[in-house]
């Protein structure tokens, strides 16, 4: 069980949360996630990287996107209620280690996992060139966390509302075209965008490692729901990744299975919403 000692509304239908985690909090890498559960008996369990941690305070900083029924229900959640399920830290931790120059690209709440991340290759002594972007201004989140850690900094809007007009890719793609090309790439964010930012290093021949957020249910590599194709092997995201090589994961196989409970989890979530008006209504 773990209690909300923070919430603060981020931006459209993006939260943050600061939870009493102690064990976590004194385990935790770059990299790693949770699973949380709701409902202890029938609930979704889902896997939220670890934002942030204090160990001093024992607590971890979640970071989630309104999407569905749970995170919906997480949204509506306030300080002093409790989570009654929080496991972790799990998966493989980020290998961190001193590249040269880095490019971390972040899209939309990508950001949040982005930013232990950054934060260990700087420390690691790094030059550290990051690349944030949303759909608009308002979906920007991180953007003076990112800018205490990056030589660099680079924010894109799809509209053009905030920052360059582009998507995350020119600037990338505009990096691995300088004099010195980047010695490493790691993407977090929508599926699309690490697949496009894979194929966008893929003829500079420069690494790039993604971090895969999957259908996950138990966390530890038992159930297989998380498995995606990587080189031609199967591989568990739970507990082989979550970050893999961006050049070899098949993203359409994987984007596939990421849809394939999209309508009964729509279904499940606009009945969850009718209830809550007619329950406001009486």
Do not use: W
């Not at 204090?54 to 409790?82: C, H, M, Y």
């Not at 040269?100 to 991340?117: M, N």
């Not at 991180?142 to 030589?151: C, F, G, H, L, Q």
Request: hydrophobic residues 40%; glycine residues 8%.
């Amino acid at each position: 069980m773990a209690k909300i000692l923070h919430k603060e509304k981020l931006s459209e239908n993006v939260y943050k949360m600061k939870l009493e985690a102690k064990l976590i909090a004194e385990e935790r890498k770059a990299g790693q996630f949770i699973i949380l559960q709701i409902d202890e008996d029938f609930g979704e369990r889902i896997p939220l990287t670890i934002a942030d941690a204090n160990v001093n305070e024992g607590s971890i900083t979640i970071i989630f996107q309104v999407v569905g029924l749970t995170t919906d229900e997480l949204s509506k959640l306030n300080v002093g209620d409790d989570i009654p399920v929080l496991v972790g830290p799990l998966g493989t931790p980020t290998h961190i280690k001193k590249h040269g120059t880095v490019v971390c690209v972040g899209g939309g709440i990508g950001v949040a996992p982005l930013h232990p991340i950054a934060e260990a290759l700087k420390a690691a002594g790094n030059t550290v060139i990051i690349i944030i972007g949303a759909r608009n201004k308002e979906l920007i989140i991180m953007e003076d966390e990112m800018k205490k850690i990056a030589d660099e900094l680079i924010v894109c809007t799809d509209d053009g509302s905030y920052g360059r007009k582009s998507l995350v890719t020119q600037p990338l793609k505009e990096i691995c075209e300088r004099n010195e090309k980047p010695d490493f790439v790691i993407a977090i964010g929508p599926p699309i965008m690490m697949k496009f930012c894979a194929e966008t290093t893929r003829p500079y021949n420069v690494y790039t490692e993604v971090s895969l957020n999957t259908i996950m249910v138990d966390g530890t590599g038992m159930c297989g729901g998380c498995r995606v194709n990587v080189g031609g092997e199967v591989k568990f995201v739970c507990v082989d990744g979550p970050e893999f090589d961006g050049h070899k994961v098949d993203f359409d196989n994987m984007m596939a299975r990421l849809n394939s409970y999209k309508e009964i989890e729509h279904d499940k979530h606009s009945c969850y919403l009718d209830s809550m008006i007619q329950e406001k209504s009486l």
